[in-house]
T-cell receptor, first 112, second 114 residues
C-alpha cells in the first residue's frame, strides 16, 4: 500500500527567506508524485507534478520539487517566499490510476 | 473553460438524516473522484467514477455511495449521518486532453452534522 509522510505539520518562515517542505513516500511500484496547495475555504490546486523524465520539476510561481527515488522523497522548495504563499501544502502519490493518497499536510506561515 | 463545480457549498444536517452532494466536472472530463477532508483523518479517497461505472473505491462504509450520469456529473450520498461525517467533501475531475492523472478539484461542500 502507498503512504505519504509530510514531516512538518507547520513551517513558519519570514518573507523572502527560502523554504523546504519535506515529503517522503512509500510504494512498492512506480509512482506519480504531486504537490497541491489549499488556501482557506478553497479546494486543492495542483502546484506541480512528477510523472516521468527530469527529476526536477518546477511550477510557474517559483516552487520546485525534486524526485529522489533512492530516498523516496519529493521535497518542495522555494528560494524566496512571499506572504501570499501562506497556505496548506499537500504531497500526494498515485500509481497507475486516479486514486491519490495524500500526506497530512504542511501549513506554511509566511511572516513579514 | 469552467472549473469543477460543487453544490451546495454548505450543508447542515442532523444525525440520522441522509444527504446528497453534487459535482459537475470540467467539460470533457470523464472521471470524477470524491475525497473526504477532516482535521483528524486528513484527505481520504472515497471513490472514483468513470463513464458511469465505479472504477475504484476507498475504505468507507456502505453508507457512502455515489453515482455518475451520462453527462459525467456525479453525486455522492451519505445515509444515516453520524457526527463524524462532518467534513469538507471534495470532488475532482480528470481526463481532459493532454493530462495524465492530473486531477482538478472543486471548492468542496462543507457538511456539518449536528
Amino acid at each position: 500500500a502507498q503512504s505519504v509522510t509530510q514531516l512538518d505539520s507547520q513551517v513558519p518562515v519570514f518573507e523572502e527567506a527560502p523554504v523546504e517542505l519535506r515529503c517522503n513516500y512509500s510504494s512498492s511500484v512506480s509512482v506519480y508524485l504531486f504537490w497541491y496547495v489549499q488556501y482557506p475555504n478553497q479546494g486543492l490546486q495542483l502546484l506541480l507534478k512528477y510523472l516521468s523524465g527530469s527529476t526536477l520539476v518546477e511550477s510557474i510561481n517559483g516552487f520546485e520539487a525534486e524526485f529522489n527515488k533512492s530516498q523516496t522523497s519529493f521535497h518542495l522548495r522555494k528560494p524566496s517566499v512571499h506572504i501570499s504563499d501562506t497556505a496548506e501544502y499537500f504531497c500526494a502519490v498515485s500509481d497507475y490510476g486516479n486514486k491519490l493518497v495524500f500526506g497530512a499536510g504542511t501549513i506554511l506561515r509566511v511572516k513579514s | 473553460k469552467a472549473g469543477v463545480t460543487q453544490t451546495p457549498r454548505y450543508l447542515i444536517k442532523t444525525r440520522g438524516q441522509q444527504v446528497t452532494l453534487s459535482c459537475s466536472p470540467i467539460s470533457g472530463h470523464r472521471s470524477v473522484s470524491w475525497y473526504q477532508q477532516t482535521p483528524g483523518q486528513g484527505l481520504q479517497f472515497l471513490f472514483e467514477y468513470f463513464s458511469e461505472t465505479q472504477r475504484n473505491k476507498g475504505n468507507f462504509p456502505g453508507r457512502f455511495s455515489g453515482r455518475q450520469f451520462s453527462n459525467s456529473r456525479s453525486e455522492m450520498n451519505v445515509s444515516t449521518l453520524e457526527l463524524g461525517d462532518s467534513a469538507l467533501y471534495l470532488c475532482a475531475s480528470s481526463g481532459g486532453q493532454g493530462t495524465y492523472n492530473e486531477q482538478f478539484f472543486g471548492p468542496g461542500t462543507r457538511l456539518t452534522v449536528l
